[in-house]
């Protein structure tokens, strides 16, 4: 079964409008630093969806010689002008201090949930806020009535957008599992991926699991993406659809839900 993202992120949205309903609309706050089109195309995208929810948003766009204390002074700025929610959009330009940067947002402001106080306040559980990503990971199992308990759970990749929030997410649930990366060995992360009964992928590694490497039956949660000839693929390719039991497609899977949850943070 193939999941519509699409179908999942509806439910949100609907969530979102009832939260909002009556109450005064503040901006979300999109920062750019450098001259990255994609990033400059992802923003748009999140502004046209805010504006479907009648959110306002703001664009500040930055040229990447600023100092850190010249960045700091942009975040601060912004912070004092009364916003609902700041969004760094990522990957900053090479050379700028990433966790440092992403450290100026307040938790209460930061709907990505990328700062280590936001972070922290979510493994702890003490957020208000929930990662996107996770968030979407979590939609989708329910939506489809997926139970994770007694099953093999192999989350691929550890960084900060998808491995780093899904394994906190899988932790907050008490709910087993593993995780590997590329510096994994090879023998594990093969034995590991083949009896896996639920995996959730976010190395950014085009089409790499393949059906010979998974068995039937098997939850496919594709939240990785990279780029293969013009066009956005995920970590699973194609020929795996019709050997797991629910499979999330790249491009309308995980990324609309993801999209939609960022906005289930905003500070009202």
């Not at 039937?216 to 990785?224: K, S």
């Amino acid at each position: 079964m193939i999941a519509d993202g699409k179908l999942v992120a509806s439910k949100l949205k609907q969530r979102i409008i009832d939260n909002l309903k009556d109450k005064p609309k503040k901006e979300v706050c999109f920062v750019i630093f450098g001259n990255d089109p994609a990033s400059e195309q992802f923003i748009g995208m999140k502004c046209r969806f805010a504006e479907s929810l009648g959110i306002p948003t703001k664009v500040v766009e930055h040229p990447e010689s600023l100092s850190f204390d010249e960045i700091k002074k942009v975040i601060e700025d912004i912070v004092t002008s009364n916003v609902a929610g700041i969004v760094i959009q990522l990957p900053l330009p090479e050379g700028l201090p990433v966790q440092d940067i992403l450290n100026l947002v307040p938790v209460e402001l930061d709907i990505d949930v990328l700062s280590l106080d936001s972070k922290v306040s979510y493994k702890n559980g003490t957020s208000n806020k929930i990662p996107p990503v996770s968030r979407a990971v979590s939609e989708i199992f329910d939506f489809y009535n997926i139970d994770l308990n007694n099953k093999e759970v192999l989350v691929i990749g550890n960084g900060k957008l998808v491995g780093e929030p899904v394994s906190a997410m899988l932790q907050l649930k008490n709910i087993p599992f593993k995780v590997i990366d590329k510096d994994t060995d090879s023998n594990l992360s093969k034995n590991l991926i083949s009896s896996a009964d639920v995996i959730i992928s976010g190395a950014g590694s085009s089409h790499m699991i393949k059906p010979d490497m998974i068995k039937e039956g098997v939850v496919l949660i594709d939240a990785g993406t990279s780029e293969q000839s013009g066009k956005i693929v995920g970590d699973v390719d194609p020929t795996c659809f019709d050997k797991a039991f629910l499979v999330t497609p790249v491009p309308g899977g995980v990324g609309p839900v993801t999209l939609t949850s960022l906005f289930l943070n905003i500070n009202l």
